[in-house]
């Protein structure tokens, strides 16, 4: 094997949830497909050789003073026609938000002018946060959906795009729903064969089939939507148990939580991730375990629709898989480092309470926040394992999706001072404070895409 690309320098990355893994000095060895082939030790006789082989190839890429490789980060939940509406229209409960603010501008993408134009900018902006992967809800319209996924192929970020199905004329209106349920199905079966076909075998941008939730669905398009997912084997994302006003629609309309409703039309499967969850319970979380379902835990917009926490350690230690998501624009910031410090900050708010004037002891769950070491793996390996996808870790077989991460620059909030912090301290501070001055170089798949 000719290594395409040489890595050499110091890195980190979270091999398992309670595991940081210090990688001090090693070459990281790309081949030509763009997964990583090995990952050289200082102590191996081979490194020294490959490096000067490397170099002398122009392959070599040698990491600058103070810097270090981190996986790529992976949000799974970005609502991409809300891009124009990051940061604003955020004074009304999630049920208002859609019908005020949400459905007409996602509307406004049935212009292929207009979507090109934003999601050219969101796809730019996105890999410039270092978010590598990204799970993408599109609008209903199907074109302009590929639209979105040739900027992610045009710029190099590895995505995945859904077609959003919504037919139910009870709650979506009428200038912003499929026309009914088969149309639904068969935009989205199109949408899926059009996709696929723009790529060769090794494909960068996967289709997701994408039922908005299930007060916008109805019946007819979940089930047929289902069938799609087994007879596709596409992942499947939606929205589930997010708000009081969510969770209780569907008990009210099915008589049972969203994961049992989701899981009885086929649409609960190892390759499903669901935004929020925060009213799920046990028997949610066995059921999510027993089928492989993921959630996209979105700190940030959850203080806003929710009002509630996601109890993020009590669904990891039923068996969920979990990852980030920063669910623009409900969420107000496109970063994952972002999300990764609020999903931190909430899980201790929900273990050790908020209210001043209740008695510690009565104050919080009691149940342990998360670590810097678990936010990190949440933000890089958790993301990937949702998805089912080789990505978010640094090691031999896995797609070389990584950035660089640059201390004391000016401009960074984060500092490295050598005499006084050991690796694992330098690890917390960039979870703490790595902002966007701090990221350099990105690859996906071993393409350098910034
Ligand atoms: N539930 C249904 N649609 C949406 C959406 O666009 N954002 C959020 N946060 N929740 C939803
Ligand atoms: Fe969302």
């Known amino acids: 094997m000719q290594p395409a690309l040489v890595v050499l320098g110091s890195g980190f990355h979270t091999p398992a949830r309670d595991r940081l893994e210090v990688l001090a000095d090693c070459a990281f ?3 030509g497909t763009g997964r990583i082939a090995d990952v050289i030790r200082p102590e191996d006789p081979r490194q020294q050789a490959l490096a000067a082989w490397a170099e002398a190839q122009g392959v ?6 103070d810097a270090w490789l981190i ?3 992976v949000d799974l939940h970005v609502h991409a026609p809300q891009w124009p509406q990051l940061g ?9 938000w859609l019908q005020k603010y949400t459905f007409p501008l996602e509307a406004r993408f049935a212009d292929p002018d207009f979507a090109a134009e934003v999601y050219d900018d969101l796809v730019r902006s996105l890999l410039a946060q270092g978010t590598t992967t990204a799970m993408y809800f599109g609008s209903v319209h199907k074109r302009p959906n590929l639209i979105l996924a040739e900027a992610c192929l045009r710029h190099g970020q590895r995505a995945l795009v859904g077609k959003v199905a919504m037919d139910d004329p009870a709650t979506c209106p009428a200038f912003y729903r499929d026309a009914d349920a088969a149309t639904a199905i068969a935009e989205t079966r199109a949408f899926i064969a059009e996709l696929r076909a723009m790529q060769g075998e090794d494909p960068l941008v996967l289709p997701v089939i994408t039922p908005r939730f299930i007060p916008s669905c109805t019946d007819d398009l979940l089930e047929g939507l289902g069938q799609l997912a087994r007879e596709t084997g596409c992942h499947v994302q939606t929205h589930a148990s997010e708000s009081d006003w969510a969770a209780g629609y569907v008990r009210d309309r099915l008589g049972c939580s969203d994961c049992t409703a989701l899981d009885r039309f086929g649409l609960l499967t190892d390759r499903t991730v669901l935004a929020h969850a925060n009213f799920i ?4 979380m066995a059921l999510m375990a027993q089928r492989g379902a993921a959630v996209a835990h979105c700190p940030m917009s959850n203080a806003y629709f929710a009002n509630a926490i ?10 969920v898989e979990v990852g980030l998501g920063t669910d623009i624009s409900g969420g107000f910031s496109p970063s994952i480092l972002d999300g990764l410090r609020h999903a931190l900050m909430t899980s201790r708010h929900l273990g050790r309470g908020a209210d001043p004037t209740l008695p510690p002891e009565a104050r919080g769950t009691g149940e342990a926040p998360l670590t810097a070491v678990e936010a990190f793996w949440l933000a890089t390996a958790g993301g990937a394992d949702a998805l089912s996808l080789p990505v978010g870790r640094l090691a031999e077989g896995q797609c070389f999706d990584a950035l660089v991460i640059r201390a004391n620059l000016p401009g960074s909030g984060l500092r490295h001072f050598p005499g006084a912090d050991r690796p694992e301290e330098l690890f917390e501070k960039i979870v703490l404070t790595a902002d966007r001055a701090a990221i350099g170089d990105i690859w996906v798949q071993g393409r350098k895409v910034r």
């Open 29 to 31: 060895i790309v081949d």
């Open 60 to 65: 070599l890429h040698r990491l600058p003073a």
């Open 71 to 73: 996986p790529g980060l």
């Open 88 to 96: 604003k229209a955020l004074d009304a409960p999630l049920e208002v």
């Open 281 to 284: 319970d046990g028997n949610d």
């Open 310 to 319: 996601f109890p993020v350690r009590r669904a990891l230690e039923a068996g």
